[in-house]
């Protein structure tokens, strides 16, 4: 599809995946809606702009969406999963949609190093993944893998629709719905590609920051747990192969 020319967007939409780059990538968009002369107003992303960290919709009680179901927003930036916005009757005019994925096993233990290791979430504090016992880290791979799936594909009744269901739905929404994404490790492509497609009344001038990226570098872990996490992940791995050679093509 050309920019703007056979599709007129109203709206831009971030799909932000958990330990996805999401964070630097708020700001960058966050910027370039003010630098577009968008009102504050006309945005929302957690974290900017006054507006806290935990107010992504999910997070939101009855009155707050109530609140934001008012607001003509232009922007929006949170974690909240694929359609999940509109579904709970946020107003966004012809929405361009957009997400970044990233190497699921970077994801996960960047995910892990970040909630765990370092906020201690689950009494994990300063615990490495490799000193978990069995039954833990087995909990955690159960509860922390093939995330991006679950937000991509939005269904809430997974162990009645099934991963591998879940992941033809990813893919279909990553090649029909999504009007652009990108992967974390080639935020180049994945800017060129954005930067293509986006509405013309966004302007993507800015540098690319980079922030919040703990635990960006693969840590020394042993190769049975590597294989745990690859397994817990196959079909994010799928997903993330999928999307990345979309990418190319699409570029």
Same mark, same amino acid.
């Given at each position: 599809?050309?920019?703007?020319?056979?599709?007129?967007?109203?709206?831009?939409?971030?799909?932000?995946? #958990?330990?996805?780059?999401? =964070?630097?990538? /708020?700001?960058?968009? @966050?910027?370039?809606?003010?630098?577009?002369?968008?009102?504050?107003?006309?945005?929302?992303?957690?974290? *900017?702009?006054?507006?806290?960290?935990?107010? @992504?919709? #999910?997070?939101?009680?009855?009155?707050?969406?109530? =609140?934001?179901?008012?607001?003509? %927003?232009?922007?929006?930036?949170?974690?909240?999963?694929?359609?999940e916005?509109?579904?709970?009757?946020?107003?966004?005019?012809?929405?361009?949609?957009?997400t !970044?994925? /990233?190497? #699921?096993?970077? /994801?996960?233990?960047?995910?892990?190093?970040?909630?765990?290791?370092?906020?201690?979430?689950?009494?994990?504090?300063?615990?490495s993944?490799?000193?978990l @016992?069995?039954?833990k880290?087995?909990?955690?791979?159960?509860?922390?893998?093939?995330? $991006?799936v679950?937000?991509?594909?939005?269904?809430?009744?997974?162990?009645?629709?099934?991963?591998?269901?879940?992941?033809?739905?990813?893919?279909? @929404? !990553?090649?029909?719905?999504?009007?652009?994404?990108?992967?974390?490790?080639?935020? +180049? =492509?994945?800017?060129? *590609?954005? +930067?293509? $497609?986006?509405?013309?009344?966004?302007? %993507?001038?800015?540098?690319?920051?980079?922030?919040? =990226?703990?635990?960006?570098?693969?840590?020394?872990? #042993?190769?049975?747990?590597?294989?745990?996490?690859?397994?817990?992940?196959?079909?994010?791995?799928? &997903?993330?192969?999928?999307?990345?050679?979309? &990418?190319?093509?699409?570029?």
């Open positions: 599809m050309a920019k703007s020319e056979e599709k007129e967007y109203g709206s831009f939409v971030f799909t932000h995946i #958990p330990k996805c780059g999401g =964070t630097s990538f /708020r700001k960058y968009i @966050n910027d370039a809606a003010i630098d577009s002369g968008l009102k504050l107003d006309n945005i929302y992303i957690p974290g *900017f702009n006054e507006l806290d960290n935990d107010k @992504n919709i #999910p997070q939101l009680d009855e009155n707050e969406i109530k =609140t934001l179901q008012k607001k003509e %927003l232009k922007i929006l930036a949170n974690h909240c999963k694929y359609g916005d509109t579904a709970m009757g946020i107003k966004l005019e012809s929405p361009f949609n957009f !970044i994925l /990233r190497d #699921p096993v970077k /994801r996960f233990i960047s995910h892990y190093h970040f909630f765990y290791y370092t906020l201690g979430y689950n009494d994990c504090k300063g615990v993944l490799d000193k @016992n069995d039954k880290l087995e909990v955690l791979l159960d509860k922390l893998g093939n995330i $991006q679950g937000y991509i594909s939005n269904i809430k009744f997974k162990k009645v629709v099934g991963l591998e269901n879940m992941l033809k739905i990813c893919k279909y @929404n !990553i090649h029909y719905e999504f009007d652009a994404f990108g992967v974390v490790e080639d935020m +180049k =492509t994945t800017l060129h *590609f954005l +930067k293509k $497609q986006c509405p013309s009344w966004l302007k %993507l001038t800015g540098t690319f920051p980079t922030l919040n =990226t703990s635990n960006s570098k693969k840590v020394n872990l #042993p190769d049975g747990i590597i294989a745990r996490i690859e397994e817990a992940n196959k079909y994010d791995i799928e &997903l993330y192969q999928f999307s990345k050679n979309l &990418l190319y093509t699409k570029k």
